[in-house]
């Protein structure tokens, strides 16, 4: 089975700290995402990475930045939090799209309700 | 601006009735639809995918169509349970930037 894990299930910070958020899958997927769920928005990508120490811009990348430099953990970095990111992140792998027929199942792990103060 | 749209935010169907959950696309074509269940406090997990030139999947009481006139993407659970009561999320392949829908709350009522 797919694992992925995130460190945290539940993070209290406060304003202004360095928040890090870890992301570790176990099935070799190249590709790596990061999400935040808000009520009424969806999931919303805030960077994916589709090989180690490659990175794009998802739709809300403002006030975060990632790094990945082995393949199986990505990490989410929120350099100074705030109150508006109080949210529930989720991370999720999936193979790399292959020509012809290939599909890209992205599998999520359990996330983390982070809590700015 | 490609999208991906799920017009009701909750839907509540009679228990042992049959739940059917839209998804359309704007501005896309996708090569395949998936979708997606989620659990309170948990992250989605994948039950089917229906690729462009099939018309319909199955998987025990799920069902789901694809209809590339319409540009949807129809997910029906027969003989519903409580137990399906979830968020159920659509998502288009073949963009990685293109993320999913905002989901349909499914309430199913005893």
């Known amino acids: 089975d797919v694992k992925v894990t995130q460190s945290s299930r539940y993070l209290v910070k406060r304003t202004g700290e360095k928040v890090f958020l870890e992301c570790v899958q176990d099935?070799?997927?190249?590709?790596m995402f990061w999400y935040r769920q808000d009520p009424g928005l969806g999931l919303r990508l805030i960077y994916f990475?589709?090989?180690?120490?490659?990175?794009e811009k998802g739709d809300i990348p403002e006030g975060y930045s990632v790094s990945r430099e082995k393949k199986e953990r990505f990490s989410l970095i929120l350099e100074s939090a705030s109150t508006n990111q109080t949210s529930m992140y989720l991370c999720?792998?999936?193979?790399?799209?292959?020509?012809?027929?290939?599909?890209?199942?992205?599998?999520f792990g359990p996330g983390t309700r982070l809590t700015v103060l | 601006s490609q999208k991906i749209e799920q017009n009701s935010e909750a839907l509540n169907i009679q228990e042992g009735k049959t739940a059917t959950l839209t998804c359309n696309y704007t501005?896309?074509?996708?090569?395949?639809l998936q979708w997606y269940r989620q659990d309170p406090g948990r992250g989605p997990v994948f039950l089917l995918l229906?690729?462009?030139?099939?018309k319909e999947k199955r998987k025990e009481r799920l069902k789901v169509t694809f209809d590339t006139t319409l540009k949807q993407s129809l997910f029906h659970i027969t003989a519903s349970q409580p137990a399906d009561s979830a968020t159920y999320l659509c998502?288009?392949?073949?963009?990685?930037?293109?993320?999913f829908g905002t989901g349909t709350r499914l309430t199913i009522i005893p």
């Open positions: 999720a792998s999936s193979t790399l799209i292959l020509a012809g027929g290939g599909d890209n199942t992205q599998y």
């Open positions: 099935m070799d997927h190249e590709n």
């Open positions: 990475s589709y090989d180690v120490k490659m990175k």
């Open positions: 501005n896309y074509s996708p090569a395949y």
């Open positions: 229906i690729r462009e030139n099939e």
């Open positions: 998502r288009g392949g073949g963009n990685e930037k293109l993320t």
